[in-house]
């Protein structure tokens, strides 16, 4: 889904369980950027928009005193004359970046504090949870190797297949070869979950 990161991701995965589902493996497709998303860091509200052009925030999380604070989802609207004029707006921006500095060094932890819970609600129903990493790249690697850490402190199995295929075309491996991953790297994350599965004598 459009903005989705492992809070949402979450929250889905319950609704789905209260619902009655009871799935015996729960793959999560984890992407290093999820974590900013997750508590809604200031390059992630300037990218996120609702309809009317509006900054608009996605549900999230906080970590206040080593607990997770959620966050409905929340428009901020632009301040007058905003659209108008430039120096109004990198004011904006700089007060939203001056608001949310303390995000960035929540992400790991929060992140982290996530997949414990999706792990726990997973074991709770007797299934088993897989992290699939898609891709481990990103402009920030601390944050992915910290939390890649923690996983497995916790126990929590991950499998990283990032595309590492023959074919690497832009045109040929991207929708439009310039936006999501396309069909053939979606077929070489589900070989490498496919084969993950039959190792663990999930699937033959």
């Keep these: 889904m459009p903005g989705y990161g492992t809070y949402q991701s979450l929250v889905l995965l319950r609704e789905a369980m209260a619902q009655g589902i009871q799935p015996a493996l729960v793959i999560y497709g984890f992407l290093p950027f999820h974590a900013d998303r997750n508590v809604l860091t200031s390059s ?3 990218a996120f928009r609702a309809f009317g052009g509006e900054r608009f925030s996605p549900p999230h999380v906080e970590v206040r005193d080593g607990k997770l604070e959620t966050f409905p989802p929340f428009v901020v609207s632009a301040w007058p004359l905003e659209e108008q004029s430039a ?14 500095a303390n995000r960035e060094k929540q992400r790991a932890e929060a992140t982290s504090l996530l997949l414990a819970q999706m792990n726990q609600l997973v074991e709770g129903a007797h299934g088993r949870l897989l992290v699939a990493t ?5 402009p920030d690697p601390e944050t992915y190797r910290r939390v890649t850490a923690d996983m497995r402190r916790a126990g929590i199995a991950q ?9 690497t075309r832009p ?3 991207l929708v439009g070869g310039t936006g999501h991953p396309g ?3 979606h077929s070489w994350w589900a070989d490498k979950l496919g ?6 004598g999930i699937a033959k």
């Design 159 to 167: 499998l990283n297949v990032t595309y590492a295929g023959a074919e």
């Design 44 to 46: 992630m509200l300037e």
């Design 183 to 185: 069909a053939i790297i």
């Design 195 to 200: 084969q993950w599965m039959v190792e663990q």
């Design 171 to 173: 045109e040929k491996i």
């Design 87 to 100: 120096l109004i707006t990198l004011l904006h921006q700089t007060e939203l970046r001056v608001r949310l």
């Design 134 to 138: 898609l891709w481990d790249g990103g």
